[in-house]
């Protein structure tokens, strides 16, 4: 029987989980990789929403069961890799994560995924010629890792979250209240989204000095302002509009 330890907190429900991957870009023709799938709860949701998953649980047992979970769901198109992630040769084709990995592996998910290393308290990119970056990342994260990993004006960005704004548009797609886990979190969470720049765009960074921290800042004042209009509307008078600024 799988062990839980103090950072590992799985969702309660499969409908939370199908929820949460409707706020997400992940479309019927993607290849998943669902990182410590546990039972199956997200696996089994991912399933129903894309091409094919590939789930990744290290514990035999566990995996063992979500085989069985899987088949009595007639789920077919899931790849159960049992290991650890981290030992794991990621695909050559485009694909996208969506996981809820244990908080205290949360850095070395992103180290795996864009292939870094730490050095002596600095984080290293070491630029492999073989490796492939996801083209999406959604995680669930401890909410104060997932800010550092944002580019903005009001709070300390991490060196990791700098790396990320290079080739990614980072935000916190959705709040989680600590009843959505079993067992529940000590600390708020939230769904964290990097979307990989498209080449759209990094030719207009070629040509006008992109700056991704200008639009990962416009992507959290987007949010904010989003929730403050709705506010105001429910709260004073329907016709209120807002406007974003320039």
């Known amino acids: 029987m799988r062990k839980f330890q103090l950072d590992q907190n799985f969702l309660r429900s499969p409908r939370l989980a199908l929820f949460l991957i409707g706020h997400s870009n992940i479309k019927k023709k993607d290849l998943v990789i669902d990182l410590g799938a546990g039972s199956g709860v997200i696996t089994s949701a991912l399933a129903r929403r894309c091409k094919k998953v590939i789930a990744i649980e ?8 979500l085989r069985e979970n899987l088949k009595r769901q007639e789920i077919a198109n899931v790849e159960i890799f049992v290991g650890d992630f981290r030992e794991m040769k990621l695909p050559n084709e485009p694909y996208k994560i969506f996981s809820n990995p244990p908080f205290s592996l949360s850095a070395e998910v992103f180290y795996k995924l864009l292939d870094l290393k730490n050095q002596d308290g ?14 999406a990342i959604y995680l669930i994260l401890q909410k104060q890792l997932a800010l550092k990993l944002i580019i903005t004006e ?12 290079k080739n990614y548009t980072t935000k ?7 009843t959505d886990f079993t067992p529940p979190p000590r600390v708020p969470t939230v769904l964290f989204e990097a979307k990989i720049i498209s080449l759209n765009l990094l030719q207009e960074s070629a040509q006008h000095s992109y700056n991704p921290s200008k639009y990962a800042t416009n992507d959290i004042w987007w949010i904010k302002t989003y929730n403050a209009c709705k506010y105001a509307k429910q709260q004073y008078h329907p016709w209120i509009f807002c406007f974003r600024r320039n």
């Not at 600095?122 to 083209?135: C, F, G, Q």
């Not at 916190?172 to 600590?178: D, G, S, T, V």
């Open 122 to 135: 600095r984080i290293i990119e070491k630029n492999s010629e073989e490796h492939r970056r996801p083209d």
């Open 172 to 178: 916190i797609r959705l709040p989680l209240k600590e």
């Open 58 to 65: 290290k514990d035999p047992e566990t995996a063992r069961k």
């Open 154 to 165: 009001r709070h300390y960005t991490s060196q990791l979250g700098r790396i990320l704004a």
